[in-house]
C-alpha cells in the first residue's frame, strides 16, 4: 500500500482571467510542494472560471486557454515544482477522433489536465454534460469517451469532472480500472442543504468505485452562481478523511495508503461499462515526506448560516469581480433594505457601504429613525434625501393617481440612487425578496434598480429568519447585532400611500411563501396545492400574479441563487403566455 | 400515382393558450376540409405554442396539451371532418419503453399527433432536439427513435419536425420507408434571408428522400422570436409546387400525384439509417375533390421589406398576445424614435400609438418639430412635457455634473413614461438599437426602459437603411412616407448636453457596425479583426466597449430577433468576466 499525499486546492478563480486562475495555480502549486503533497488539484474549469457562457464559442478564448495550460506546465517545471502532479481544469477542444459521431475538430471541451515534469501527460474530457437547471453544457462542450487513469507516487489516479460523479458509470469504470483513486474537479454551485447530498453522493460513489475518493470544489461569487468549497477526501469504505471549510480558500491536505498501481500503460474498453480506459504511467511524483499530516474535517455551517455566507460571498465577488469597491442602497427602514445593508456591511464592510434614505410625505417616523439607527449600529454612511418636492413637481408635469402614483415615487427615489451612482461609482444593490419577485410587487425602474439583488432568492419569511439568526449571532460574538429589532418585527409596508400594508394587496406572508414554494421550487399545479390543502381561491390569485409578473423579473438584476431554483438562470419561463393554472378541473378546448 | 389534396395550415398559435390554438384547428381544419383537402398539417407545437420553455416541466401543462389532443380528434369526428388527416404538433410525454436509455417515464416530448376518424392514429416524437443559437430543446424534451409512416388516401406520408429536416438521418429513412411525401411541421423562427435557406434545403431533402416534400411553419411573434411561415411544397425534384407568404396566416392548398402506398403495417429497423420505422395503414381519407386547385407561389418580400414585416408581426403579437391595445414611446425627432414610431403605426395602427416628446434646455429646436412633423404625416398622438423644471428640482435635491447628469436627464424622461404607461395602460417601447446596446450607448433606467424593444436587434446603418425603405415603400403606395427626411440625414445626437454628437464618444457608425457584426455574429476575435484591415486601436475600443456594457443588456426589454445573433436568447455571456480581446499577441500567464 503506497503512502500518498495529496492536497486539494478549494480556491477561488475569476471567469474569464486566465492569467489571474493560472497565477492562482503557480501559488496554490508552490503550497502544496511546501505542504509535502506529491498531488494537487484544482476545480473544473480552473483556468477560465466557471460557467463561462457563450466565451466557449469564442476560439481565440479556447486558444488562451489551451496556450495557458502548457505554459504553466512548464513554468511550473521552471520553478522547480515538476516532481508535482498537478491537475487542473481548462477549456479545450476536441483535437483527435474530429470525426466521432459527427463532431467537429475544433468543438470546445470541459477538460481537466494533468501536468507533470513540463508537460502536459494527460486530458480526460468531461463525460457527463449537465443542460438542467442553472446548467447548459450540451450548447457548449462535446463529452469526452476516455477514463484516464494517471499513475501518482505508484498509485492508480481515475480522473472525472463534476456531473460525471452525479451519472453512474464513471465510478463504475473507476472500479475496472484497478484505481486506487478517484479524483474529481469540480464547479458545483452552492444551494441550501446541497452539501448534505454531496457527501453522500462522494461516499456512495467511493463505495461503488471500490478506493478512496478526492472531490475538490471552487469557492466564490460568478454572477448568479455562488461555489461553496467543501471539498471533501472520503476512504473506499465513504468514511470522511478529510474535509474543507465552506466558502473559504483552502489548501486540504491528506496522508492515504492506497492499492499500488498496476503496470500498464495502454488503451482498452471496459466491457461493462462500454468506457474506453486509458492507463498512463510515469508522471512519478516526488517522495512523500516523512511527518505525517494531520488532515482538517471543518465543522459545518449551521442552515442559516450556510444561506448568510452564500449571499456575503455571491455580493463580495460581485462587487470585486466587477471592479466596484463601494455599494449604494435605499435605505427605508423595511426588513429587506435592512438585511441588505447587514449582508452589504459583512460583504464589503461598513465603510464602503452607502444608504440613502428617501422620505415621502408618506413615510413613517420609525422608518426614518430606523435607518439612522441601523447606520449607528454598523457605521455605514447614510444620508437622506426627501423626495416630497421632487413629487409635486411631476405632478405639475403629469398629473398621476392610485397606483401610477405609488409607482412615482418608487422610481423618483431610483433615479436619485442611479444618480448617486452615477455620480460617485458606487453599485446600486436592489433589495427586493423572492416573495416580491414572485407576485410582482415590485415597481419596475423604482426600487427594482440596480446592479445586483442580493436577497432575490429569499422568500420574505427567509427574511425575518436570517435577520434573527444575523442579530443573534452578532450577540453570541458580543458584538452590536446590525439589525435595528423594531424593522423585524414592525408590519410590512411599502409605504407608498397613507397606512398602506402589504397584507391590503397580499396573502399573510407565511401563506404566500408556501404555496409560492410548492409552485417555483416543485412544480406544483393548482390542483395539487388544492389538494395540499390551500384554499383555491388564494392558488388562483397568487399564480395569476406570479405569471402575470414574468416581465418584471426578466428586467431585475442578477442576485445569488441559495435555492433549489431561482429567478434567473434556473426557472425559465416565456413573458408572453396565456397558460393560467386553474384550481378548477376545466376542458382545455 | 394515386392523387391526394394536402392543405398546409400557416397559423399563429400562442404559447399557452390551449384553448384558443385548438379553436384554430378546429378552424382551419374546416377550411381545408372546404378546400377538398384529404389531410391538412398543422405547425410544430400548435397546440402550446413555440417555444414554451419551463413551461415543458409543469405536469398539469402537459396533461392539458395530451387531452386536449383527444379531445380535438373526437370534436373533429363529431363536426364531421373525421374523416379528414389532420397533422397536429403538440406537446407529449414519453408513455411507452420508459426504460429506454434512463429516460424516466413521463419526460416532455415535442410530437406530432395525426388525427383520423376520432381517434389519435399515430404519435411521432421528434428524434433532432437542437441546443444552439436560440434553441434549449435538450433542456426540456427526451428524442424519439422511431419515423412514422401514415397511408393516407393510398400515399406513404413519412413526418419529420423542424430541426428533424435539418440534420442528416430522417431524409434517408423516408426514402428506405418507401414514403411518397416526407411532412415537416416547424416553428422555424425568422433570421434574415433564412428563406433562401430553407428553400434549398428542402429542395435537397426531398431529392435525398426521394419524395414530395411538404413544409408548414408557423407565424406570428413570440417575445423575441418571429416565426415568418413561408410554407412550401417542393416535388421529389426539389421543384417548387406551392409556396405560402411571409408573416401571414394562409391555407396553402396543392394536389399532388404520388406513389401508391406500400400495403403494409408493421414496425421494423431500417439497416441503412439504423431507424425504426412504423408503418400505420388505415388513415383512409375521403376521395379527392374533381376540380384541380390552383397552387399559389406567393412572391418573396425583398431583403428590407422582410425584416420590416418580421419587427412588426414581432411588435404586433407581442402588444396583442399580452393583452394591450396601445403603445407609448418617448419621440427624440431622432433616427430610432422615429423608426420605431413608424413600426408602431404599422404594428397597431396611428390611433393607438402615444408619442411623448421631452425637451430639454439642450434639445435643438429640429428634435420638437421633427416629432410633430412625423405626428402629423401618422396620425400618431404626440404630447409634450418638457424636463427643464424636472431637471432643476433633482439637481436642488442631489447636485450631478457630466455623465451623471446626462443620465439624469434620459432617467426623468423614463418615470414620466412609466407613469403615462401605468396610469393609461400603454405598453411602453424602448428605442434602442443594436449598435447602442453594443457599446453602452443608452442610459439604463432611461431610455432603456418598456416592455419591447423593436429595433433592438437593427445596426444604426440598418435603422437608416429601413427608414429609407419604409418611405420610398409609402411612395410607391401613393402614401405619405412616416418618416420625416431630416430625421434620416441629420447627424446622430443623444442631445444630453449642448452640441454632443455621437460621434464625440463612438466611431462612425458604418465603421462601428463593420466591427460588431463581425465580432457579435461571427464571434471574431481582436485579431481577426486587425487582419480583416481594422485599426487595432478602433478593434479594442469597440470589443472592450461592448464586453463592458453586458450587464445594461441583461435589463434591457426583450425585442424581436432578425439576425443570427441576437443580444438575448442567441448570445449568452456572462456578466462578471475579465476577458478582454487584445489586437495584439499576449502571453495569457
Not at 452539501?195 to 460568478?222: F, I, K, P, T
Not at 434567473?568 to 386553474?582: N, V
Request: aromatic share 6%; with cysteine.
Amino acid at each position: 500500500m503506497p503512502p500518498i499525499r495529496i492536497a486539494l486546492a478549494q480556491v477561488n478563480p475569476t471567469v474569464g482571467d486566465i492569467a489571474g486562475n493560472t497565477a492562482i495555480v503557480r501559488d496554490w502549486t508552490r503550497r502544496a510542494a511546501d505542504a509535502g503533497a506529491q498531488l494537487v488539484a484544482f476545480p473544473e474549469m480552473m483556468l477560465t472560471g466557471y460557467p463561462i457562457e457563450d466565451l466557449a464559442f469564442r476560439a481565440s478564448f479556447v486558444a488562451a486557454s489551451r496556450a495557458a495550460l502548457e505554459v504553466l506546465a512548464a513554468d511550473l517545471a521552471a520553478g522547480g515544482l515538476g516532481e508535482l502532479v498537478v491537475v487542473v481544469g481548462y477549456l479545450g477542444k476536441v483535437v483527435e477522433s474530429a470525426d466521432r459521431l459527427g463532431v467537429p475538430k475544433g468543438s470546445p471541451q470541459n477538460c481537466a489536465g494533468v501536468l507533470h515534469g513540463g508537460r502536459v501527460v494527460a486530458r480526460y474530457a468531461k463525460h457527463h454534460l449537465p443542460n438542467y437547471g442553472v446548467f447548459d453544457e450540451a450548447r457548449y462542450f462535446v463529452s469526452g469517451d476516455t477514463m484516464e487513469v494517471v499513475q501518482v507516487a505508484g498509485v492508480d489516479v481515475a480522473l472525472c469532472i463534476c456531473e460525471d460523479l452525479w451519472q453512474d458509470g464513471p465510478s463504475l469504470a473507476a472500479r475496472a480500472s484497478g484505481a486506487g483513486l478517484l479524483l474529481v474537479i469540480n464547479g458545483s454551485p452552492f444551494e441550501a442543504n446541497k452539501d448534505d447530498v454531496r457527501l453522500e453522493l462522494v461516499s456512495a460513489r467511493a463505495r461503488e468505485a471500490g478506493c478512496a475518493l478526492a472531490y475538490v470544489n471552487m469557492v466564490g461569487g460568478q454572477d448568479e452562481l455562488v461555489f461553496d468549497g467543501d471539498s471533501i477526501v472520503v476512504d473506499r469504505s465513504g468514511a470522511v478523511i478529510a474535509r474543507a471549510a465552506q466558502f473559504a480558500d483552502e489548501l486540504l491536505v491528506c496522508d492515504l495508503d492506497l492499492p499500488a498501481a498496476r503496470s500498464v500503460d495502454e488503451l482498452r474498453t471496459d466491457a461493462a461499462t462500454g468506457l474506453r480506459i486509458h492507463h498512463v504511467t510515469g508522471a512519478d511524483a516526488a517522495a512523500v515526506a516523512r511527518e505525517p499530516v494531520h488532515a482538517s474535517i471543518a465543522p459545518r455551517l449551521d442552515d442559516r448560516g450556510e444561506i448568510w455566507q452564500a449571499l456575503v460571498t455571491g455580493l463580495r465577488d460581485y462587487v470585486r469581480k466587477n471592479g466596484f469597491r463601494s455599494v449604494l442602497l435605499g435605505m427605508s427602514g423595511g426588513i429587506d433594505s435592512t438585511v441588505v445593508a447587514a449582508l452589504a456591511c459583512d460583504a464589503v464592510g461598513a465603510a464602503d457601504v452607502y444608504g440613502v434614505s428617501n422620505p415621502s410625505a408618506w413615510s413613517s417616523e420609525h422608518s426614518r429613525s430606523d435607518a439612522a439607527d441601523q447606520a449607528a449600529r454598523t457605521g455605514l454612511h447614510l444620508r437622506t434625501v426627501p423626495i416630497a418636492n421632487l413629487v409635486e413637481a411631476f405632478q405639475a408635469a403629469i398629473h398621476l393617481d392610485g397606483l401610477a402614483l405609488e409607482n412615482l415615487q418608487a422610481r423618483i427615489r431610483a433615479v436619485i440612487w442611479m444618480g448617486l451612482s452615477n455620480q460617485e461609482g458606487h453599485l446600486v444593490l436592489a433589495c427586493g425578496n423572492k416573495s416580491e419577485l414572485a407576485v410582482g410587487y415590485s415597481t419596475i425602474y423604482g426600487d427594482a434598480v440596480g446592479g445586483f439583488a442580493p436577497i432575490k432568492d429569499l422568500l420574505k419569511t427567509q427574511v425575518w429568519e436570517l435577520a434573527r439568526w444575523r442579530n443573534a449571532e452578532a450577540e453570541r460574538r458580543g458584538e452590536v447585532p446590525p439589525i435595528p429589532p423594531g424593522t423585524i418585527t414592525k408590519e410590512p409596508s411599502a409605504e407608498l400611500r397613507p397606512g398602506q400594508r402589504d397584507t391590503d394587496s397580499l396573502p399573510p406572508y407565511r401563506l404566500l411563501d408556501d404555496v409560492l414554494d410548492d409552485y417555483i421550487e416543485h412544480d406544483h399545479g393548482s390542483r395539487q396545492l388544492v389538494e395540499a390543502g390551500f384554499a383555491p381561491e388564494l392558488v388562483d390569485r397568487v399564480l395569476q400574479l406570479t405569471d402575470r409578473a414574468e416581465y418584471k423579473r426578466r428586467q431585475y438584476p442578477p442576485g445569488p441563487k441559495i435555492s433549489s431554483r431561482n429567478f434567473g438562470r434556473d426557472r425559465r419561463l416565456p413573458i408572453t403566455s396565456a397558460w393560467r393554472e386553474h384550481s378548477e378541473p376545466r376542458r382545455t378546448s
